[in-house]
């Protein structure tokens, strides 16, 4: 029921997330409280993820992997990115506890099996980032 309801606020927020993009002046200029946004989405996604690591423990660079890897097919529309983040994290931690259940007969924990995605994808992220500034 938390991270619905902290859903619900984001998604409210979105066209307000989609100005903040332009930079904290050009925000401001068009009437957004840029630093109550700011602490609004801080408040926010910390609900989020304090339900999520109180439901399912820390799961390492799923925060990282899912709303890249969305923002790529989806492009940066907070409205569009958002839920669709929030059920395709979902998905690929299924995905994760389902490999890591079948992969051998003793359960690997979760969290290895995102490790073992994310990092390359990590250092994959880091290159690009590295390609876009020279």
Excluded: W
């Excluded at 619905?4 to 009437?31: H, K, Q, T």
């Amino acid at each position: 029921p938390y991270s619905l309801a902290a859903l619900a606020v984001l998604l409210y927020l979105s066209r307000d997330m989609d100005l903040i993009l332009l930079g904290d002046e050009n925000a401001n200029n068009l009437a957004v409280n840029s630093e109550r946004l700011k602490k609004t989405i801080l408040f926010t996604t910390s609900i989020i993820t304090g339900a999520a690591v109180a439901i399912s423990g820390i799961i390492g660079f799923v925060g990282l992997i899912v709303p890249h890897a969305v923002r790529i097919f989806t492009g940066p529309r907070h409205k569009i990115l958002l839920p669709v983040s929030f059920n395709a994290g979902g998905i690929l931690l299924m995905f994760c506890d389902t490999l890591a259940r079948s992969i051998i007969t003793q359960e690997i924990p979760v969290g290895i099996v995102t490790a073992i995605l994310g990092g390359p994808f990590f250092i994959f992220l880091l290159y690009k980032k590295k390609r876009e500034v020279f």
